[in-house]
């Protein structure tokens, strides 16, 4: 985001000895962004996608011998009920870091998608059946969980994040002014959580679990209940 007459950050990601490998960073022009992602399906200007998600995975994949010559599958969380893109998405297709009709060598990734047709109850139904505890955001009343500060966020959603963080939601406000360009074209973030009202389901100890960088809870619930953003606000890519 902060990229000034700089080349594209290299990507960092850990194998399967726990160690911490880097890849990338030396190549390509320089060039400057210094604008948050926008919202929008294109992933060329919501890189924030790309960046922290999709291209780690796959530079991770492509870089370590070990899936070299073996079958291998990515299983990812995509419904079609969340966006009409999603509702196209394959169920099983090649990854995007398959190789398997590579010359050198083989690399078999299947990309699966078990539950691109189920309804948002079918999830939390399977959760309850398992006593699995959900994420803290959850409980705080989200919808959905993505970044704190999602781009996608509504004014609720970023009003809640501000209650929680307030520090970090004041660096965000004046990365805007710096930049002179607002995370939604047509408002700023301020006027977001000066519109937005926060969850009420919001508690101290909830924050703190959330915001912790050490999580112990047991994944298993002896009595589970259904978090306060259960079938709530989504506001995830269109």
Known sequence: ???ENQRTAPMVF?????NLVEVGGTRGSESTRRKFPQVSPDLSVRWCSAYLK????????????RFK???TVVLSGERGEESKARANYAIMEPDRSDLRDGKRFKRYVDRWR???DWKEEQ???????????????YYLGWGRVSCKFCIFGNADQVASGFAISPEQGNKIADYEAEFDVTIKR???YRDLVDKGTPYGSITPSLVDLATAYDYNENIIMDQWT???GAFGDSCGPT
């Open 123 to 137: 999830v939390w139904d399977i959760i309850e059946q398992y006593n699995v505890r959900a994420h803290p955001a």
């Open 226 to 228: 259904l978090p306060a």
């Open 114 to 116: 078990p539950i691109r």
């Open 54 to 65: 999709i291209d780690v995975c796959a530079t991770a994949i492509r870089n370590q011998d």
């Open 14 to 18: 850990e194998d399967g000895d726990k």
């Open 1 to 3: 985001m902060l990229r």
């Open 186 to 188: 047509d408002k700023s």
């Open 69 to 71: 010559g073996i079958k």
